[in-house]
C-alpha cells in the first residue's frame, strides 16, 4: 500500500496497484471568487500531464475544499467519479453536464475499482446539516476482509456499527480544528468573552488525545495514522499559520506518547509506502513553490483579545443600492422562519437573560456594515417571527442581542446572489457572538440554510463560473 498527500484533504491512495484519487484539489488554490482565495500550504505545483494512471476517482462531499470542480474537469473524462449516493443532485448535475461519469455508491456497500474495493462508510447520526451527508472512504483489496487503507471524511470519527465493519491497517484522519492564532477569531469563534470548550492551554494536547484515540478507538487494527486537513492559508493574508498545524511536529510528539500506533505526518508531495519504506519520499510531479506570502508560524504561547473596533473591509465593494437592500431584507425574512426552527433558534427562545439583563423579543440580530450609506441592524423578533430594523450600532447589538453576526452587506448579498459561497466569507469577513454550543452558532445556521441541500440555487451559479465555458 501507498499513499502520495497533496495537500489540504486532497489524496493518491494505491492498494493492490489500484490509484484511487481522493477529493482532489489539483490547482494551487480553491475558492468560488477572486476576491478571496484559499491556498494550499504549505504551496506546492502538481504537474497533471505527469499524474500516475488513474483508475477511478471518489468525492466524500459537496464542501469546496473536497468538491473542486475545476479539478475534475482537468482529469481525464473517461475516468470514473464514485460519489456517496446522497450527493447533492446540484454536483452531481454539475459533473454530468461536463461529460464525467458519476457512480452513486450507497454506504457500506463494497464498489468493485481494479483489483481493490472502494466502500463509503456513513459518519454518525447527530452531527450539523452540513455534514449530514459526507461519507468517509475504506479502500483495500479485493477478496480480504481486512487491511487496507479509511480515510475520514469531514464528520467526526467514532466508533459504530458502520465503522466496526472496516478493519483498516492505515487511518487517515482528518485534523479540521483550524485553531486561529491570538486576536483572531475563527470561524465558529465567539466576540462574547465566554471560555472556549479547548482553551489555548491545552488546545495541543487536546488535538493529540482527540487524533490519537478516536482513531485507535474506532480502528483497533490500525498501525498508522496520518493527518490531513487545514492545510490553507487566505489570499488577501487574514494572519499567519493555524496553530497546532505542523503534521511533522504533531507527529513526533504523538510518536513519544502511541505505543503501537505510528502517527505520519507527510508534507504535499510526500508519498509513504507502508511495509515497504521507513521513511517519506517526494514524487516528481508535485513541486514545492513558494506561497502567495510569507506565511509564519503562529505562536501558541501568545495571548491577546480580538479588538470589536477592528476594521472589516468587505470582499466585495461595490455599493449596496435601495434594490440590493431590499432583496437582502427579504432573504432575510425568508430564514427567519428557518432559523426559528433551528438548533440556534431553539437556544434564544430560552434566552431570557443575558448579561445579566432581561431580554425583550428581539433575540438574534445581522450587523450589515455598508447597509447604504450606514451600518445597520435587522434584528429578529421572535414574537413576530420577523426581522426588524433597529437603531442599534455593533456594540449596542452585542450587549442587547443574545446572538448575532456581523458582516458586510455587499458580503452577504453576494453569498445570497451566488457569487461566493457562505464558508468563504464566514471564514474571512465575518464575526459572531452566541451563548449556545458552536455547533448551533449563527455561522453554524447559516451553513445549513445556505447549504447546497437547502439553496442548489446557489451552488449551481457558483458551478457555473467556476468551469470553463
Request: proline residues 7%; aromatic residues 8%.
Amino acid at each position: 500500500m501507498n499513499v502520495t498527500f497533496l495537500g489540504q484533504q486532497s489524496w493518491l491512495l494505491e492498494v493492490a496497484e489500484t490509484r484511487v484519487l481522493v477529493d482532489p484539489v489539483l490547482s494551487s488554490s480553491f475558492g468560488n471568487s477572486s476576491q478571496v482565495r484559499f491556498e494550499i500550504f504549505p504551496a506546492r505545483e502538481i504537474d497533471t500531464d505527469a499524474l500516475p494512471e488513474i483508475d477511478a476517482v471518489v468525492v466524500t462531499n459537496e464542501h469546496l475544499d473536497h468538491f473542486h470542480l475545476p479539478s475534475l474537469e482537468a482529469l481525464p473524462a473517461h475516468i470514473p467519479i464514485l460519489m456517496p449516493h446522497l450527493m447533492p443532485a446540484v454536483c452531481v448535475s454539475a459533473l454530468r453536464d461536463l461529460g464525467r461519469q458519476v457512480i452513486l455508491a450507497p454506504p457500506q456497500e463494497e464498489q468493485e475499482v481494479g483489483n481493490a474495493t472502494v466502500t463509503f462508510v456513513a459518519g454518525p447520526a447527530h452531527v450539523p446539516v452540513w455534514e449530514s451527508r459526507v461519507a468517509s472512504l475504506y479502500m483495500k483489496e479485493s477478496g480480504r476482509s481486512t487491511g487496507g487503507i479509511f480515510v475520514q471524511s469531514d464528520t467526526s470519527l467514532t466508533a459504530s456499527p458502520t465503522t466496526s465493519s472496516s478493519s483498516p491497517d492505515v487511518v487517515i484522519a482528518t485534523h479540521n480544528a483550524q485553531i486561529a492564532p491570538a486576536g483572531y477569531l475563527g470561524a465558529f469563534d465567539n466576540l462574547l468573552p465566554i471560555p472556549p470548550a479547548n482553551p489555548p492551554e491545552t488546545a495541543g494536547i487536546d488535538l493529540l488525545y482527540t487524533l490519537l484515540s478516536e482513531a485507535t478507538t474506532a480502528f483497533p487494527s490500525a498501525k498508522w495514522v496520518l493527518l490531513s486537513g487545514g492545510g490553507y492559508t487566505q489570499v488577501p493574508q487574514k494572519h499567519g499559520q493555524f496553530l497546532w498545524n505542523d503534521f511533522a511536529e504533531l507527529a513526533q510528539m504523538a510518536n513519544v506518547l502511541s505505543i503501537d500506533t505510528e502517527l505520519i505526518g507527510l508534507q504535499p508531495g510526500e508519498s509513504f509506502s507502508f511495509g515497504g519504506g521507513e521513511h517519506p519520499v517526494s514524487v516528481s510531479w508535485i513541486e514545492p513553490r513558494e506561497s502567495t506570502f510569507d506565511v509564519r508560524p503562529s505562536d501558541s504561547d501568545s495571548r491577546e483579545d480580538v479588538d470589536l473596533g477592528a476594521d472589516l473591509p468587505p470582499l466585495f465593494d461595490a455599493p449596496v443600492t435601495e434594490q440590493d437592500q431590499d432583496f437582502l431584507v427579504s432573504e432575510l425574512q425568508a430564514l427567519a422562519p428557518l432559523l426559528m426552527l433551528s438548533e440556534l433558534g431553539r437556544s434564544i427562545v430560552h434566552a431570557n437573560e443575558y448579561l445579566g439583563n432581561k431580554t425583550g423579543p428581539l433575540r438574534f440580530a445581522c450587523h450589515l456594515r455598508g447597509f447604504g450609506p450606514q451600518d445597520v441592524t435587522w434584528a429578529l423578533n421572535i414574537n413576530t417571527g420577523r426581522f426588524e430594523r433597529t437603531d442599534h450600532n455593533l456594540r449596542d447589538a452585542l450587549f442587547n442581542v443574545p446572538s448575532g453576526i456581523d458582516l458586510n452587506a455587499a458580503d452577504l448579498l453576494a453569498v445570497l446572489s451566488g457569487r461566493i459561497h457562505i464558508w468563504e466569507v464566514a471564514v474571512s469577513r465575518a464575526r459572531q457572538w452566541y451563548t449556545c454550543d458552536r455547533l448551533a452558532s449563527p455561522v453554524s445556521f447559516l451553513y445549513g440554510a445556505l447549504s447546497e441541500q437547502v439553496r442548489p440555487d446557489l451552488a449551481a451559479r457558483l458551478y457555473r463560473s467556476s468551469v470553463s465555458a
